[in-house]
């Protein structure tokens, strides 16, 4: 097919490389091959179309595996749009890019490239510049602002190190999208009066350095209708001009950072559809008027007071995410919830809020997250709010609720994975249709009134059965509206965690936590053996009750268990020894119960500090300072040693003297064993030596003898 000009098999399931057939095409102007599994060597690749180096204009082979370092273009004289984004590319951007002057768009992104980004003005035909999600660690050469066509410039997530004057844009007049996110090394440094030469529709620059006043520079862009310039260092207040700047935004993010000020009427300002996230900073005074189109509204972290009433005025019915919380906002909630219908997540935690929890609440029928933690909530939980079906995380902690936990909790709410009603004054059993939360993780009944037996149903809880976790954070999607058109948004679920005795809040680890906390209430009766079945349980806390009987010796099977507290119980009879084989236990707390016998042996339970076990008068052995019945105490015997004043007779000389000996003896007795002649000789020279002595004492005796008889 040598008259072939346009080959498209994007988005395919080709893979390994390209056929070297591919040479004969000289004609090709445009390949597509995105989104299939190639995996050879960009330049290899590249070889293969040697045949088209004239006439290739359009090539597309993002989304694969190609890998390598970028190779010279500059062969392919004609090319202008090069994409080879998202593949498995390494190595710098070599400087010969820049001899593509006919080059319209160039996609390196979501790579493995590094180095700066090099002088590209030789490309002014360039309009689209990709450049994120790559490991950039360079500076940006000054020659860029020359690209007086570029529109979209984008080089976001990487590390880049570098000062941006105003001549890195001085003649960028056509420039729409400036995407410098997550560069946290990238300072902006403009003159206070500078004035750019472009108008921008798209500004990200979240996680960049444009503190700490506020960039007056933005004054000038009228026309954004996008502006992330959260954690950017800015501790100032926002000027008045800011809020007449752009009404046709859609996405504003100012969160992070240290901005002051109060808030004007927001619903004055903009009409369109509106995401709003002003949250982490040091905003103050009342909550002020939302746009009636608003899509996501997050002020969580400020300083303002006031009421909620401004929820009534809302007409839009497009609001998906409400995070007011960790602000001092007090009064009643509204009853107007039946109209925000499209609400994910709403979180008013750590407010004065007051009085009864609307029933409206209960037509949130699309709700993944209810946070109303720490607050001043009284009555009962509405049994409107069972149609909420959807919830994941449902925490009314820290408040002031009464009555009865729901049964319907267990029946209707059956997706919970966070289920939090501590610090209430909640009273009654704990009902056993709970046990039909087979997704849940986290359960926290703590510091109530309720009483009777735990349930026996708790092997029912399938994810607290299993002993691995899906993944470290609990998220789902929910959709984000930015004016007609939509997208999906990340939350990552949170909740206030009791873990090894410190509260804490848990976000991108909560995932990992899988925990009951049963503590604090007057439940009797024996711990249900069908806790112990509970394999990937990392935290178990039953403390300050009235139960009675032993600890189940199932508590051997819980093999993930890190934190376990059965203080200020009953309990009595003796300390499992399964428990010694929970290798993670990091936490302990037995104390104040009526615990006896000796204290399982291992390395575990010995290392922990003694107060774990005290308040347990007949619990005894290690790491106890009392011993147990028939342990005798073993005193070593006091040896004297008595100094030899001769210090030459040591232990070595004694050794020494052995030594030689040894050798002395088997030298000689050993020649005689093994050595024939030598034995001969030996035996013969002994002989020798009798006779000699038999002869000589014959002679003396008879001389002697002589003697004698004169």
Not at 401 to 430: C, D, M, Q, Y
Not at 643 to 662: A, H, P, Q, R, V
Request: with cysteine.
């Amino acid at each position: 097919m040598i008259s072939l000009t346009n080959l498209g098999l994007g988005y395919n399931h080709l893979e390994c490389a390209l056929p070297k057939s591919f040479a004969n095409l000289s004609r090709l102007q445009s390949l597509h091959l995105a989104g299939n599994n190639l995996t050879e060597e960009l330049h290899q690749f590249l070889q293969k179309l040697s045949a088209a180096e004239d006439s290739l204009q359009v090539l597309y082979v993002f989304d694969n595996r190609l890998s390598g370092p970028l190779p010279d273009f500059t062969r392919f004289s004609s090319l202008i749009e090069l994409s080879v984004g998202s593949n498995q590319l390494s190595g710098s951007i070599p400087e010969t890019f820049g001899q593509l002057s006919s080059l319209v768009s160039l996609q390196l992104y979501g790579n493995q490239i590094t180095g700066s980004v090099p002088d590209l003005s030789m490309f002014p035909s360039l309009t689209d510049l990709g450049l994120g999600d790559n490991q950039l660690n360079g500076t940006i050469h000054r020659n860029i602002g020359q690209l007086s066509k570029l529109e979209h410039f984008d080089v976001s997530f990487n590390s880049l190190k570098v000062v941006l004057s105003e001549t890195h844009f001085s003649n960028m007049s056509s420039l729409k999208f400036l995407l410098f996110s997550s560069n946290t090394l990238l300072t902006f440094n403009f003159c206070s009066d500078w004035v750019p030469p472009f108008q921008l529709d798209v500004i990200r620059l979240s996680s960049c350095k444009l503190g700490p006043h506020f960039p007056k520079w933005l004054q000038t862009q009228v026309n954004f209708s996008h502006l992330d310039i959260s954690s950017a260092e800015i501790s100032d207040v926002v000027p008045s001009w800011f809020w007449d700047l752009s009404p046709g935004l859609i996405y504003l993010n100012l969160s992070n950072n240290l901005i002051k000020g109060l808030l004007p009427d927001l619903s004055l300002k903009y009409h369109g559809y509106l995401s709003i996230d002003l949250s982490l900073n040091h905003f103050m005074g009342p909550m002020p008027l939302a746009p009636p189109n608003v899509t996501l509204l997050d002020l969580s972290k400020n300083k303002l007071s006031g009421s909620l009433s401004f929820l009534c005025a809302i007409t839009g019915m497009e609001l998906t995410y409400l995070d007011l919380s960790n602000n001092s906002l007090s009064g009643e909630l509204p009853s107007c919830w039946v109209h925000l219908t499209s609400l994910s997540i709403v979180n008013l935690a750590y407010n004065n809020f007051y009085a009864k929890i609307p029933r409206s609440m209960g037509s949130l029928g699309e709700i993944d997250t209810l946070n109303l933690r720490n607050n001043n909530f009284s009555g009962g939980v509405p049994s409107s709010l069972k149609r909420c079906t959807k919830l994941r995380m449902f925490d009314l902690g820290e408040n002031k609720l009464t009555g009865k936990i729901p049964a319907w909790i267990g029946t209707h709410l059956t997706s919970l994975i966070v289920l939090s009603l501590r610090f209430n004054e909640f009273n009654g059993s704990i009902p056993r249709h709970i046990c039909h939360l087979n997704q849940i993780q986290v359960l926290d009944f703590s510091n109530n009134r309720l009483s009777g037996h735990i349930p026996h149903c708790f092997h029912n809880f399938t994810a607290l059965v299993e002993s691995k976790s899906s993944s470290a954070t609990i998220s789902f999607y929910y959709m984000k509206f930015y004016g007609s058109y939509a997208q999906s948004g990340t939350y990552i679920e949170n909740a206030l965690v009791l873990w090894k005795g410190k509260e804490s809040e848990y976000g991108n680890t909560l995932g990992l936590l899988k925990c009951i906390d049963l503590s604090s209430n007057e439940l009797v009766g024996k711990i249900p053996k069908q806790v112990g079945s509970l394999a990937g349980l990392v935290s178990l806390d039953l403390s300050r009750n009235n139960l009675t009987g032993n600890i189940i010796q199932e508590v051997g099977w819980m093999k993930m268990l890190e934190s376990l507290d059965l203080s200020a119980n009953e309990l009595s009879g003796l300390i499992p020894a399964g428990l010694a084989d929970l290798n993670f236990l990091s936490v302990l707390n037995l104390s104040n119960n009526r615990l006896s016998g000796k204290i399982p042996i291992s390395t575990q339970l010995q290392s922990f500090d003694p107060s774990v076990y005290s308040g347990n008068p007949e619990l005894c052995g290690l790491p106890l300072p009392n011993k147990c019945p028939g342990e005798e105490i073993v005193v070593e015997p006091l040896v004297i040693v008595q100094e030899d004043d001769d210090n030459f007779i040591t232990t070595g000389f004694y050794i020494s003297m052995g030594l030689g000996f040894t050798l002395g003896f088997w030298t000689v007795f050993g020649t005689m064993i093994f050595n024939k002649p030598s034995r001969h000789a030996y035996f013969k020279f002994l002989n020798c030596i009798k006779n000699w002595f038999y002869v000589t004492t014959a002679l003396r005796m008879a001389r002697l003898q002589r003697r004698l008889q004169r």
